[in-house]
């Protein structure tokens, strides 16, 4: 499968369009298998404790979806999240970034559902699971 974004072109879009969050995040790779997106966490993270927020692990899976699915269909920027729950299974390590691996599960014409795995880097096993459902709206 050809890609219609690329990591580079993912992170371009992201900076122009979302540009209040794209610093945040960076890309680690893109492929047919998926993105996985690096979240790097700073101190606006951090929930009490010391440990990464769930606002700011449901946010690395949001973009990451949303940026796996645009590598797919090309920059849509109005494809927005219709659904998504979150598994949140284990504390992340402290001062560690997390990476989000999202992959796409279906593309339709409509709708596109996915999920990402989060990992709390220096762990091997998942922090968080997420599984997210968008809307893809008609080709003008």
């Known amino acids: 499968m050809v890609l219609a974004m690329d990591g580079a ?10 540009g209040q969050v794209a610093e945040d995040f960076a890309m680690e790779r893109a492929d047919d298998a ?12 951090l929930r009490p404790g010391g440990t990464v927020s769930g606002p700011s692990i449901f ?7 949303y940026l796996a699915i645009l590598s797919r269909i090309g920059p849509v920027a109005l ?3 219709t659904s998504c729950a979150v598994d949140f299974m ?7 970034d997390l990476l989000g691996e999202a992959r796409v599960l279906k593309l339709g014409r409509s ?7 989060v990992f709390s880097e220096g762990l091997a096993d998942p922090v ?9 709206p008609p080709k003008r």
Do not use: N, Q
Request: hydrophobic share 60%.
């Open 9 to 18: 072109a993912l992170m371009a879009f992201l900076r122009r369009d979302f």
């Open 34 to 45: 998926g993105i996985v997106l690096r979240l790097k966490v700073a101190e606006r993270h």
């Open 59 to 65: 946010a690395l899976a949001d973009v990451a979806m």
């Open 79 to 81: 494809t927005v999240t």
């Open 90 to 96: 284990r504390k992340p390590a402290a001062g560690r």
């Open 111 to 117: 709708l596109a559902v996915g999920d990402v795995m």
């Open 128 to 136: 968080a699971r997420a599984s997210l459902t968008y809307a893809i």
